[in-house]
């Protein structure tokens, strides 16, 4: 008998996702794809000969109350970003079991994310945070229609799929002085290129005067350049190292950690006052209760 097709396999051969292949064969029209990925969708569901799985969607709609927070592994991940990251699942976790939710983490390899586990688990929402770039379709083609699928610390230019982040062009709008001329902004590494690249568009800076942090050792170009007397930087873990070397004349951080306590009172604060989690936790329930994306225009969202 001959394997019937699937929306998942009707996205592996267009290379989209199955978000993507599900509006195009439901016929939502408002959406932001190319004509071009529409007729090739629908030329692959007549080549494949795809029939609609009532059944599978029967299932599919079926509760099991599991919420997976799926997140990138590296073996060299820095402090400061495992704390951010283990701040943020914490506060996410409490507001999913006091609605009733299990959470279900999972570390993904950064080079061969592999979801086979994770798809059996059948999840009714996913929270996907810090995602390169080059990984996402082939993370997000693995879930079935109507399973929102959240980006936290990430961008994509995909209006399907709903992105939380913090705003950082307002904190670095808050940060930035008249007088540029001696300013350096020193940041914490992201693996999603986009999210850095909306950072690094928000300071009128020259990119010799912008330093990505992976590590420690990652300081040291930006601390031995004579030139810079303020610094801005974003993540308190990193601004209370700089403060310890006592290198620059003023030093402003944009706090991702919520913990401002940490540092001196010489060194000035822009705090985040929204909760990133309250935000992607309503964002959830808001996408389970109203699973018709095509009347949501918004698919960034803020945190101030």
Not at 179 to 205: A, G, H, K, W
Not at 247 to 273: A, D, Y
């Amino acid at each position: 008998m001959l394997k019937k097709t699937t929306m998942k396999d009707i996205a592996m051969r267009a290379n989209v996702s199955v978000a993507t292949v599900s509006y195009v064969l439901n016929r939502v029209d408002n959406q932001t794809i190319p004509e071009k990925t529409r007729r090739q969708i629908i030329e692959l569901a007549e080549e494949l000969r795809y029939i609609p799985n009532l059944a599978a969607r029967s299932l599919a709609n079926q509760k099991t109350g599991l919420v997976g927070v799926l997140v990138h592994k590296s073996g060299h991940m820095p402090y400061w970003k495992l704390h951010a990251q283990l701040a943020f699942i914490h506060a996410l976790e409490q507001r999913l079991t006091a609605a009733g939710y299990h959470t279900l983490l999972y570390s993904l390899d950064t080079d061969n994310p592999t979801l086979d586990i994770i798809v059996e688990r059948k999840l009714e929402a996913v929270f996907l945070m810090d995602v390169r770039d080059d990984s996402f379709y082939s993370i997000s083609r693995h879930f079935v229609e109507g399973v929102p699928l959240i980006l936290i610390d990430s961008m994509i230019e995909d209006k399907l799929f709903k992105q939380v982040v913090f705003n950082y062009r307002s904190a670095l709008e808050k940060a930035l002085p008249d007088d540029l001329s001696q300013v350096c902004l020193i940041m914490e590494s992201f693996n999603n290129s986009l999210l850095t690249r909306y950072i690094r568009s928000s300071v009128p800076l020259a990119d010799d005067a912008v330093f990505e942090i992976r590590g420690l050792q990652d300081l040291i170009p930006a601390t031995d350049h004579r030139r810079f007397k303020r610094a801005i930087v974003i993540n308190e873990f990193i601004g209370s190292h700089l403060e310890k070397t006592a290198r620059f004349e003023h030093l402003t951080v944009i706090c991702t950690c919520n913990s401002p306590e940490m540092l001196g009172e010489g060194v000035e604060k822009v705090l985040f006052h929204g909760d990133k989690a309250e935000v992607a936790f309503d964002l959830m329930q808001k996408l389970l209760h109203h699973p018709d994306y095509s009347g949501q225009d918004n698919n960034c969202y803020y945190v101030d």
